[in-house]
């Protein structure tokens, strides 16, 4: 990833706020939680 790609995340997580942090947790407990069925 670049800095480039990575500005651009931290600014859309600036500008949604909370709902981003929660749309980004959600996206990494919905991983988290794929590879785990995976893993078992």
Do not use: N, P, R
């Not at 949604?16 to 919905?30: P, S």
């Amino acid at each position: 990833m670049s800095g480039d790609d990575l500005d651009s995340i931290l600014g859309l997580l600036l500008l949604f706020g909370t709902h981003g942090h929660i749309v980004v947790d959600a996206g990494a407990l919905m991983i988290a939680d794929e590879s785990g069925s995976k893993l078992m």
